[in-house]
């Protein structure tokens, strides 16, 4: 519980770097214990409202976001409408690979954007050497309670499939930024060459930033 109660309270800054300057109100899909919405809150001024299906959030969401859903994102989007809100920028942070169908998630939510309004999202790339080198080499595909083989981790994604995820949900792509893993200095050292060729190799995660076509 404490590993999941630390991911819970992440404050994400990499993602809150890619949420507009100007950008007022904000929905935080699987908005965790609320460490991203406070920290626009405290830098931006944002309105933020949030939905998580962890019970436990309630108790950190009080006092940060102003609206707020405890349940399921797939199913919580016809609350979220109620509110008559039409968001400047909506974040799925680390969320679609949790998602039954993320291509109708991604799809639905941006009909709740503002006409300028972009949706950011955190996505692992399974296209990772670490996780090709066990599955290629030591026949292995095994789960962990976090980090890329999540076990609630429901879909997988190359950067090729995010850019088809996001077509196909009608949004166009304005950018994409990476995270990359961090190895010790021999480790490091092994996997510069095949990541000269295949520089994803090396991604842990893309940062998406996106808008209706």
Known sequence: MRVLKEYFLQPRVDVA?????????VLDLGCGFGALGKLLVATQGCD???VERNTEAEQY??????RYVIGDVETA?????????????????????HLVDPWTALKVYSGLLAPTGVIVASIPNVRNLT????????????????????????RFFTRAEIHHLFQEAGLAIDRIEVNRDRFPFPRSIATAIPGLFIPDLAVCQFLVVARPR
């Not at 969401?61 to 102003?66: N, P």
């Open 48 to 50: 933020v409202h949030g």
């Open 131 to 154: 996780v090709l080198f066990n599955l290629a080499v030591r026949g292995r595909w095994k789960y962990a309670t976090s980090g890329l083989l999540d076990r609630t981790h429901l």
């Open 61 to 66: 969401l009080k006092g940060i976001y102003t």
């Open 17 to 25: 770097a890619l949420v507009p300057p100007l950008a007022h109100r």
């Open 77 to 97: 989007v016809h609350e979220c409408a109620a509110w008559h809100y039409h968001y400047d920028c909506i974040i799925f942070a680390d969320l679609l690979e």
